[in-house]
């Protein structure tokens, strides 16, 4: 069984950055789809992006230009940088892998970014 855990979080002024990781332990990290979601508070959870296996990396419009994702399969590690943040990024920060049929979760970092 897949365990993830987020890091890196924390309280950050608007247009700054923050970089977040998301360790991963088990042996599927390389064969799986990995992404990033977010819940604000009193929103549903919603998808950042997500990076394949091959490395291709897709975003929700409103952090296009401003969020990468990044995978470090020695490392089992997947990675978001962001940049530009703007108060409305403030959320809990999920970890997310997927293959097949299996779905794990992180337990989620809070970024709360103040104006």
């Known amino acids: 069984q897949e365990q993830l855990v987020e890091s890196g979080g924390g309280l950050v002024q608007a247009g700054g950055s923050l970089k977040l990781s998301c360790a991963a332990s088990?042996?599927?990290?390389?064969?799986?789809?990995l992404a990033w979601h977010r819940q604000a508070p009193g929103k549903q959870r919603e998808w950042v992006g997500v990076?394949?296996?091959?490395?291709?990396?897709t975003y929700t419009n409103s952090v296009k230009g401003r969020f990468t994702i990044s995978r470090d399969n020695a490392k089992k590690t997947l990675y978001l940088q962001m940049s530009s943040l703007k108060p409305d990024d403030t959320a809990v920060y999920y970890c997310n892998m997927v293959r097949g049929s299996y779905v794990a979760w992180g337990q989620g970092t809070q970024v709360t970014v103040s104006s």
């Open positions: 088990g042996s599927i990290f390389n064969a799986s789809a």
């Open positions: 990076i394949s296996r091959g490395g291709v990396t």
